[in-house]
């Protein structure tokens, strides 16, 4: 039996990858699946994934991307959601900011350095011409955290996933000022250069298996209301978000990582751009 150990949040997206190891699918082929929750997201999996306290990270496709280039040993082998991620840009539920506009210069809430927060922050900036220079962060760990910087004023503002934070803004401890989707596909999966040198074999039945799950995800009876159900969230909310998702079974494309890294360079985030090649792995 190979133990595999995978890292990602905890959030719908990921619900294939539950119903896949609830159902055994992994196990048939001799493989012990082993999920690890990260709630402190992109971040922290970059984390794990040096540490080697996980083998696979289910991760946004800008963080890993950064921390690649900056030295972090592994590989993307392939796209898993190919549509763009929809951040919430929120504020607290006593900030007296009701527009966009108001945040320039205003100082946000992020999980870590690194993490999806801190790089759509620069993103949404560039967006709207802030001068990127000026921006302020307060690290927050994760969505637990930031409800409480902004609730108490240590930051003013927090984006996260727009669908994850729906119920914090329905039950009024959030407010939503707007929203900011990522300009490319926003989740990957990464595995370590170790793992693929020793278990590419594994690594392609898990991406087997994974496939087929997700080709159909949509098509199961009543899937809206089984994550509607899991994921606390809003019937209408989850029928909206599937409307609005799709999974892919490939590699991510070469000009697509050439396009990340020119608009992650351009904001300073990244300090040099290399070969799509040294980002990718093909099994």
Not at 3 to 29: A, C, M, Q, R
Not at 145 to 174: C, N, Q, R
Not at 236 to 256: A, F, M, P
Request: charged content about 25%; proline content about 4%; aromatic content about 8%.
């Amino acid at each position: 039996m190979h133990t595999i150990k995978i890292g990602g949040v905890p959030e719908h997206f990921n619900l294939p990858w539950h119903l896949s190891i609830e159902d055994g699918n992994y196990l048939e082929k001799n493989i012990h699946l082993d999920w690890v929750e990260y709630p402190g997201g992109t971040g922290a999996m970059c984390e794990a994934l040096r540490k080697k306290d996980i083998d696979i990270a289910i991760i946004l496709t800008e963080g890993i991307i950064k921390d690649i280039i900056d030295g972090n040993p592994s590989k993307i082998v392939q796209t898993y959601i190919q549509t763009p991620l929809i951040w919430g840009i929120h504020v607290g539920e006593k900030s007296n900011y009701t527009h966009l506009s108001e945040l320039e210069n205003k100082k946000a809430a992020i999980s870590r350095y690194g993490s999806g927060s801190h790089l759509m922050a620069h993103v949404n900036a560039q967006n709207h011409n802030w001068d990127t220079s000026l921006l302020q962060f307060e690290v927050v760990k994760n969505l637990k955290g930031a409800i409480e910087a902004l609730t108490i004023g240590e930051a003013d503002y927090f984006m996260w996933e727009h669908f994850t934070t729906k119920p914090l803004v329905d039950s009024g401890i959030f407010k939503r000022v707007a929203d900011c989707p990522t300009p490319w596909p926003c989740f990957v999966i990464a595995v370590r250069e170790e793992i693929l040198n020793t278990n590419a074999k594994q690594i392609k039945t898990i991406l087997d298996i994974i496939n087929t799950t997700t080709i159909d995800f949509k098509h199961i009876p009543s899937i809206h209301k089984t994550l509607a159900n899991r994921y606390d969230q809003q019937l209408e909310d989850i029928q909206k978000w599937l409307e609005l998702t799709e999974w892919s079974q490939s590699l991510i494309k070469k000009n697509t990582l050439i396009e990340i890294q020119n608009h992650l360079y351009n904001l300073d985030i990244i300090n040099k751009k290399v070969a799509p090649e040294k980002l990718i792995f093909e099994l």
